[in-house]
């Protein structure tokens, strides 16, 4: 069983549409997170969610727009893409905000 | 805002030998985190390291943590060439996030 899955795993889309990347964990896991990976593969948080509730929001856009109906679940929305927002998505999650996260494999997103 | 930075930037070794590479960072931290990350992959946890210790073995892995210094290492030892991939220390300062640096790539040699 997959511990924290991404859907899709691969994204093409051009710029100016709005798009949707969904994540699950099945860990039941209180806290989640979502973490995006530049060409250069430096890792910067995005979001930090605990029991649903924003934690983070590490100076994103207005257009990145996270939504966890429930616990096991954290979705990012981007609206108006721009080619700057290419990239892959990481979405993880924690039992406890001091102990080890569980990564998806990653959401390559490009925008042409 | 806090992060790990990694040293060397890439790393090429022979199949048996060891690999070190080091991370430092900036402010006080809850712990610090050793991940890696093969091609096209995610992350994958390897080892946390608490402030309070100073050093932790994991199989072939090896993580020493000098807070005076700020600094952390990551030695495997024998290395495989299953060990080729990024590696990432992260560093938990308290705030809800692990704060990740550039990484140190690793290439092991047949």
């Known amino acids: 069983d997959t511990a924290v899955s991404q859907t899709p795993k691969y994204l093409v889309t051009q710029m100016g549409n709005d798009k949707s990347i969904k994540c699950e964990q099945n860990?039941?896991?209180?806290?989640m997170y979502w973490y995006k990976q530049d060409s250069k593969k430096f890792l910067k948080i995005m979001f930090s969610?605990?029991?649903?509730?924003?934690?983070i929001n590490e100076t994103v856009p207005n257009r990145f727009s996270p939504k966890s109906p429930d616990k096991a679940h954290l979705n990012l929305h981007i609206n108006s893409l721009e080619l700057g927002d290419s990239a892959v998505y990481f979405c993880?999650?924690?039992?406890?905000?001091?102990?080890?996260?569980?990564f998806g494999q990653g959401t390559r997103l490009t925008v042409v | 805002s806090q992060q790990g930075e990694e040293d060397p930037q890439a790393l090429s070794i022979q199949e048996g030998e060891n690999a070190t590479m080091n991370c430092s960072y900036k402010?006080?931290?809850?712990?610090l985190q050793w991940y890696r990350q093969n091609s096209g992959r995610g992350l994958v946890h390897l080892i946390l390291?608490?402030?309070?210790?100073r050093e932790k073995h994991s199989g072939r892995l090896r993580v020493t943590l000098d807070t005076s210094k700020k600094s952390s290492s990551l030695l495997i030892t024998a290395s495989r060439a299953a060990d080729t991939a990024s590696y990432f220390c992260?560093?938990?300062?308290?705030?809800?996030?692990?704060?990740f640096g550039a990484g140190t790539t690793v290439t092991v040699r047949a």
């Open positions: 860990l039941g896991h209180d806290t």
């Open positions: 993880a999650s924690s039992p406890l905000t001091d102990t080890e996260a569980f």
């Open positions: 992260a560093t938990d300062d308290y705030d809800y996030k692990l704060s």
């Open positions: 390291i608490r402030s309070n210790e």
């Open positions: 402010t006080s931290i809850n712990n």
């Open positions: 969610y605990n029991n649903k509730e924003l934690i």
